[in-house]
């Protein structure tokens, strides 16, 4: 078999230990040999040569009198053959030729051994590309039959295939791109050759490993900003948040140690020639850039603005912020720099607006009424101020907490007038009454 003919080629062409490539041999020898025997058989003896030109094949035999399954067993007569005054109950070495097996078992040895060689080519993809998760990859489009556009990576003293699913693509991407043009993508995934995935709801099992790309994580934007702004490559400035909606709008906190530095300005560039870059290689994407803070009330201001905010609760799972009725406009269509604004800071953002110069009076609060639950806040709902504070001051801070003591109102201290508040806004947001009490 010229499988075996120089196991010291294969050592170097495979650029492997050869204690490695010697138990892959035997792997795939003995495999032959149990399709060839049986596959109980597991009396297969392998030895190579000292200088890996040579490779011993044998059958461990035991001597007996009467031979009831010629695998396992050999005659005295026949093991003289072998050793010298065998007697029964002996082990003999019995040496036998791979080319002797069936054109079955042939296969089986080559394709165990093949199938072992491209495991480890695969592995070693793999480790090499581990470390590159989080990286953008420079790919060229092989196909876009599908909804998903499957890439090309060419490494120079290899090539290896990737796919772009469909949900991490730009909405434009299909109408921009066409098979064999170019495409920046930031790896997020290797697909293993055996492991059944779950791509678009489609289910196969891939041969070789597969990268998987994507064009809409935040990590995507945060990379093109190492590539296009010398600032933040060099650590000068730093990219503390991200916030994306892909094909919207992205939102970047940045921030820099040095005074001297002016980090919004570094990375939007003269004209904005730098920002505008990034936002070509997501189909013209807006991209804001503001000054990251801890204070997550100046950082609320930096990304809303000085004026449009009246104030900002933390209340540690979830952001308060009162914005002033007459900025409106700085939440974005469908409150989208609120929900960007959420993502930046991992919580929760609930938005109420606040009359100017009448802050103690609250406007509707940007919560769905399917989303109200014993849970929300009782800020939540259009009390008058007054109410509010009181209903606070008892320790009465949610809905749930409020609908414990609707009857205890009076006891609490609410006047006639409050309850009958109480009841109207209860009424109307959450369908429960509230029952008033005439005062004595």
Known sequence: MMLLDNIKKIVQEMDLPEDIVHKMLYKALLAGYKREYGKDYDNMVFRISDDGRKVDILALKTVVENVKDPVVEISVEEA?????????????????????FSRQAIEVIKNVFLSQKAEIERDRVNSIFKAKIGDILNCKISSMKGRDIE?????????????????????????????????????????SPQDHQEIQGKKSVKKDAKLVLSRTVPEFIKKLFYMNIPEVNKGIVEIKSVGRIPGERSKVAVYSIYQDVDPVGACIGVGGNRIVSVSKEVSGEKIDVVLWSDNIVDFAKNVFGKMAVHSVEDRGNEILIRIYESYLGVLGKNSINVRLFSQMVGKDVKVMLVEEGKSQQRSEIFIEEDEINENTYVDY????????????????????????????????????????????????????????????
Do not use: C, Q, W
């Not at 003289?80 to 002797?100: A, F, L, Q, T």
């Not at 949610?398 to 007038?417: K, P």
């Open 151 to 191: 890439v090309v990576i060419d490494f120079g003293s290899f090539k290896i295939d990737g796919i772009i699913p469909f949900n991490h693509l730009m909405p434009e991407d299909h109408k921009l791109f066409k098979t064999g043009d170019s495409i920046k993508a930031v790896l997020i995934d290797i697909l």
């Open 381 to 440: 709902l259009p009390f008058d101020k007054d109410v509010l504070d009181k209903l606070k001051s008892k320790n009465i801070k949610t809905i749930g907490e409020l609908l414990e003591n609707l009857d205890s109102l009076r006891s609490l201290g609410f006047s006639s007038r409050e309850i009958s508040h109480i009841n109207n806004v209860v009424n109307e947001y959450i369908e429960v009454e509230v029952e008033e009490e005439e005062e004595e």
């Open 80 to 100: 003289k053959k072998y050793s010298k005054n065998p007697k029964v109950g002996d082990k003999v070495e019995v040496p036998i030729s791979p080319i002797n």
